[in-house]
């Protein structure tokens, strides 16, 4: 069984400030993981995903994500914060031992929040 | 390129009427298909999916049925509605389930559809 744990419900920071988003995981086999974010009313938006090689992996609007296998994590990274980065955000998991259809496990989101 | 229509955007229903909701994908062929319902705006609720026309697998017992009559449509239907049905409804699709090369394939999501029963 795959599962995904995002321990924190909701982060604050301040504009300007590095912003990152925690993400644990658990699957047999390779991970294959993603990040999406939520804007208000809105489908869900891909923002970067790590397949395999370099552990640093570097997305949309300036996110990077960084793979930690011994620790079983992918956390979301920002160097510098937007306002407009307040939304809400998932992570998500695919095992390479999956079933025939290749289920994603969700985790139960991280509200981020950056204030001025 | 590839898109996902999803509509209405919003909807209000009262209980014990019927519901459809629809998504249509541009751009590619055999997609996967799924339906999401999202509830409180936080965690996602797997509900169907799709692997070709009328193949539909549920995920959880519920009030709702999934169809897809087409490759690249899939519906959502309930013949009666609960109150417990409120929710953020989301389809999304990825590339066919094809072993190795779609395991990387991230799901694309359609801007969704905020049903409120009455």
């Known amino acids: 069984a795959q599962s995904v744990a995002q321990p924190e419900d909701q982060v604050n920071v301040a504009e300007g400030n590095p912003l990152t988003v925690k993400c644990t995981y658990s699957?047999?086999?390779?991970?294959?993981l993603f990040w999406y974010v939520q804007y208000p009313n809105r489908g869900l938006q891909f923002l970067l995903k790590?397949?395999?090689?370099?552990?640093l992996v570097k997305g949309s609007y300036g996110f990077e994500a960084e793979f930690n296998k011994s620790q079983t994590s992918f956390h979301l990274k920002k160097p510098s914060a937007l306002v407009s980065d307040s939304a809400l955000y998932f992570c998500?998991?695919?095992?390479?031992?999956?079933?025939?259809?290749?289920?994603?496990?969700f985790g139960a989101g991280t509200q981020v929040v950056v204030t001025p | 390129s590839q898109t996902i229509h999803q509509w209405p955007a919003t909807l209000v229903q009262p209980v014990g009427s019927p519901l459809s909701l629809e998504c249509t994908v541009e751009?590619?062929?055999?997609?996967?298909l799924y339906w999401y319902r999202q509830a409180a705006g936080r965690g996602l609720q797997l509900l169907f999916y799709?692997?070709?026309?009328?193949?539909i697998s549920s995920e959880v017992p519920q009030n709702l049925s999934a169809s897809r009559p087409q490759d690249r449509q899939f519906i959502l239907s309930s013949k009666k509605l609960l109150l417990s049905d409120s929710g953020f409804y989301l389809c999304?699709?990825?590339?066919?389930?094809?072993?190795?090369?779609?395991?990387?394939?991230?799901?694309?999501f359609g801007n969704g559809t905020r049903l409120t029963v009455t």
């Open positions: 999304a699709w990825s590339v066919l389930w094809q072993g190795a090369t779609a395991l990387h394939s991230p799901l694309h």
């Open positions: 699957v047999s086999g390779n991970p294959y």
């Open positions: 790590y397949i395999t090689g370099d552990n």
């Open positions: 998500a998991v695919r095992a390479e031992s999956t079933d025939s259809w290749g289920k994603l496990q």
């Open positions: 751009g590619t062929s055999n997609p996967n």
């Open positions: 799709s692997i070709g026309i009328d193949q």
